[in-house]
């Protein structure tokens, strides 16, 4: 008999997934099949796209499609689109979807991968009497959500093609960073508020670095402010964003405040959940018998330390889809932890700002009462004769014993992607010695002849073995 | 009484030992004298600059200086500009100097370090009756050379300050790479010549790909082809660059045949030297009792199999005269080997061309008779549906077992560093599945969801265990 094999959620966990086990039971002589339910009508659709898509750099929603529904199924995938899946028996080996028609349907599967993704973070104040957004209010999370953002920003949504002026973007995180650029580009006065410092990812002193390259970039940024409300027009669209003491007019209000895992279906079953609201795989994405999770519905292991942490991002999904998949389908794949490593820019206004991290804050990484040592070193991304030489600020976090905690870059062109050199070497447990004493690449087009990370790592041993630099 | 320190040579691996060896010996509340001798006027000068000085990038010698005689000396190092090391006695523990008026001294030391350097490889054609080049021909390797460089293809230094038109370079590596984009931004008509394809440190496939990249950017390429003489004009000048079949014409020509160590010293007092010719430290520098050698004139150990190599490169340099100073000042520091790792560009002629590469080639690698898998992937150096999305191509090398043997990389804007991961990942003895597993960034504008050098590692990974990508 020919095992069925349900992935509930069609980006990329579950199409990872999916294809990951079509791939190992092909290999293993064995035949599956693989039938995925889809919710919306798009599969393995780059969220991470929609801030290029708003600023034009994008020209439509196809382009952020990596692979179509006709794709997936031309390589063997029983995909369903706008088919949710409603309820989850975990005894019984069943879950009930419902279909584009209204009506529902249970599906068996001998083996399930949950892998329902996140839902953006959405305050009471953004939503309409109706459930829906108030008008001019909305995320940047779905395809749909892109969609309304080109039409808000070209004018095409608005009555007579009359553009927004001003936009207010709520959270300082990614989104709201990329979303703030978009905004910039597409000439509309730009406000972000947020609650702590802009990239709280980062230390306080490294965000501030970011916030100060978005203000010469021509965004308004408002720090350690609360918005708690909005202030609407006669005709119920928002005319300003509202804090204990302020109000920040705004046509548009974009909201960059994070996501949650998205677990109604899994928590039904009774699946457990985590301290952040998400499932709990273990290394090889299995949360039951049969049963395996990936991707943003999931909590991960962060790998230095063995703590749960949330990290909903596309690479990690990616990851962990193909670890269910292989395994599910009789291979043994593990996946490996995260460091948390994330980069993303602010090139607006004649500026361009790179932001590249890993490993733990210092508040994170000392919550437990742990020591971390750190240190910022300011550097040039070329050899500084070099035209292209930009400024470079690399903070670096270790253990008095040397041991690598984290580190952060905020800089110039070149700046972001140097964190990968970081991240690898922390894979591995790397101390800054190591790293200082490691073969990276020089020529004076790309780094001074000690990369800059690898002098902030450099100096920091020094301090640590009592040696002035 | 004060021990004396005596070295050899005031570049990055003289100098940095000097300093490292007052910084711990400081730190140790030791005292040293640290003499340093220089058969040149200049100090810690960047050679690798003198391609972008020739192009315009930079406007003067100065610039290339890191650090100049009197910021060393203000630092305490007694620096002797134009004083040959003529002669070493190890067992009278004396070095004779040869100072800038011609009379001699015996210098005593307690600790010597030699930091002698290379020089360029100099074919007998290459040079005139009185032992100097034959004017228009030229390497590319001191100040002085790129003085001579920069006034050449200036027309300052021709007659009528006529500039010259026509340039051939001879060799196909980095400097020869790095001066034909030079040249041909000068707006000469350029040819490279080499023996083999160009960039003989990546495997033919990879070499290829560069060259395809300077065709479309101007430059003609000759490879296979072995420079065996010139033609000269009646005033003596170079006329064209001769091989077994063919003649180049030439109004200037350099030379990017590679640097052999400058050992002279250290073979007149009966130091041992390697396959190479270089000295043959052991990994805390040491050559002898109390005598320590660092930088271009040593031969060193490659990280993942021990074998010795000779890669005279300034990241090396600085990093084996820190070891050697702090070993000699008291400290305990090792090399931990080179991995190969290397970087250029060419970017000329409307073609922007990144390379990086790190480990030995598919030749070098199998030249003992080890097996190596390989696999070239194309990918993107952004998500595709970015505008700075550029292709890149990764060649990554690995054993059956999967451990990694080298990576290759080809491609346009933000390719080339991208080999530090890969070098991260190997110090550490990575294999091809740790590297597709590593939590690596990603954004849109920096990097496909899975980094292309993770994608090649993963394809692989799945190659070696047998599964179809």
């Known amino acids: 008999m020919v095992e069925r094999v349900v992935v509930v959620g069609a980006d990329a966990a579950g199409m990872s997934?999916?294809?990951?086990?079509?791939?190992?039971?092909?290999?293993?002589?064995?035949?599956?099949?693989?039938?995925?339910?889809?919710?919306?009508?798009?599969?393995?659709?780059?969220?991470c796209g929609i801030p290029y898509w708003m600023a034009g750099d994008v020209d439509s929603a196809d382009r952020l499609v990596a692979r179509t529904a006709d794709q997936h199924r031309a390589l063997g995938v029983d995909l369903r689109?706008?088919?949710?899946?409603?309820?989850?028996?975990?005894?019984?080996?069943?879950?009930?979807?419902?279909?584009?028609?209204?009506?529902?349907?249970?599906?068996?599967?001998?083996?399930?991968?949950?892998?329902?993704?996140?839902?953006?973070?959405t305050p009471a104040w953004a939503l309409a009497g109706d459930g829906g957004w108030v008008p001019g209010v909305r995320a940047v999370k779905t395809l749909d959500d892109g969609a309304a953002?080109?039409?808000?920003?070209?004018?095409?949504?608005?009555?007579?093609?009359?553009?927004p002026e001003r936009a207010v973007v709520v959270g300082g995180g990614y989104i709201g960073i990329e979303t703030a650029e978009a905004f910039v580009r597409r000439g509309l006065e730009t406000t972000l508020v947020t609650r702590r410092e802009v990239m709280s990812t980062l230390d306080p002193d490294m965000g501030a670095r970011?916030?100060?390259?978005?203000?010469?970039?021509?965004?308004?940024?408002?720090?350690?402010?609360?918005?708690?409300g909005l202030d609407l027009r006669r005709d119920g669209t928002v005319?300003?964003?509202?804090?204990?003491?302020?109000?920040?007019?705004?046509?548009?209000?974009?909201?960059?405040?994070?996501?949650?895992?998205?677990?109604?279906?899994?928590?039904?079953?009774?699946l457990p959940l985590g301290a952040f609201g998400g499932l709990l795989p273990d290394d090889r994405q299995r949360v039951a018998d049969g049963v395996w999770a990936a991707g943003d519905c999931c909590e991960s292991v962060e790998r230095l330390?063995?703590?749960?942490?949330?990290?909903?991002?596309?690479?990690?999904?990616?990851k962990q889809g193909r670890v269910a998949g292989e395994n599910l389908a009789g291979g043994e794949a593990r996946f490996g932890g995260?460091?948390?490593?994330?980069?993303?820019?602010?090139?607006?206004?004649?500026?361009?700002?790179?932001?590249?991290?890993?490993?733990?804050?210092?508040?994170?990484?000392?919550?437990?009462?742990?020591?971390?040592?750190?240190?910022?070193?300011?550097?040039?991304t070329a050899s500084g004769y070099m035209p292209q030489?930009?400024?470079?600020?690399?903070?670096?976090?270790?253990?008095?014993?040397?041991?690598?905690?984290?580190?952060?870059?905020?800089?110039?062109?070149?700046?972001?992607?140097?964190?990968?050199?970081?991240?690898?070497?922390?894979?591995?447990?790397?101390?800054?010695?190591?790293?200082?004493?490691?073969?990276?690449?020089?020529?004076?087009?790309?780094?001074?002849?000690?990369?800059?990370?690898?002098?902030?790592?450099?100096?920091?041993?020094?301090?640590?073995?009592?040696?002035?630099?």
């Open 338 to 380: 995260v460091l948390g490593t994330a980069v993303t820019q602010f090139v607006a206004g004649g500026v361009h700002l790179e932001v590249g991290r890993t490993g733990p804050t210092t508040e994170q990484a000392t919550a437990g009462g742990g020591e971390v040592v750190a240190l910022v070193t300011e550097s040039t």
């Open 149 to 163: 953002w080109v039409a808000a920003v070209t004018g095409r949504s608005a009555p007579g093609g009359r553009r």
């Open 305 to 318: 330390q063995g703590l749960r942490v949330y990290v909903p991002l596309g690479t990690h999904a990616n």
């Open 17 to 47: 997934a999916a294809h990951q086990a079509l791939r190992v039971a092909r290999a293993h002589g064995r035949v599956l099949e693989v039938v995925v339910v889809e919710r919306y009508t798009h599969t393995s659709y780059s969220a």
């Open 210 to 228: 970011v916030r100060q390259g978005m203000t010469a970039g021509g965004v308004r940024v408002v720090c350690s402010e609360e918005v708690d």
């Open 389 to 469: 030489a930009a400024p470079i600020a690399v903070k670096v976090l270790a253990r008095p014993d040397g041991r690598l905690v984290g580190v952060q870059i905020v800089g110039g062109p070149g700046s972001a992607k140097r964190i990968d050199t970081a991240a690898a070497a922390m894979w591995f447990h790397a101390g800054v010695a190591d790293l200082a004493g490691m073969d990276l690449s020089y020529a004076p087009p790309f780094s001074p002849v000690w990369d800059p990370v690898q002098i902030a790592c450099r100096r920091l041993a020094d301090r640590l073995a009592d040696r002035p630099g």
């Open 81 to 121: 689109l706008l088919t949710s899946a409603v309820a989850l028996e975990l005894d019984a080996r069943t879950v009930t979807v419902q279909g584009p028609g209204g009506g529902t349907e249970q599906l068996g599967f001998d083996q399930l991968v949950l892998a329902t993704g996140a839902r953006p973070r």
């Open 239 to 270: 005319a300003a964003v509202r804090s204990a003491g302020d109000a920040f007019p705004a046509d548009v209000v974009a909201l960059g405040l994070g996501v949650e895992p998205a677990t109604g279906l899994a928590a039904g079953a009774g």
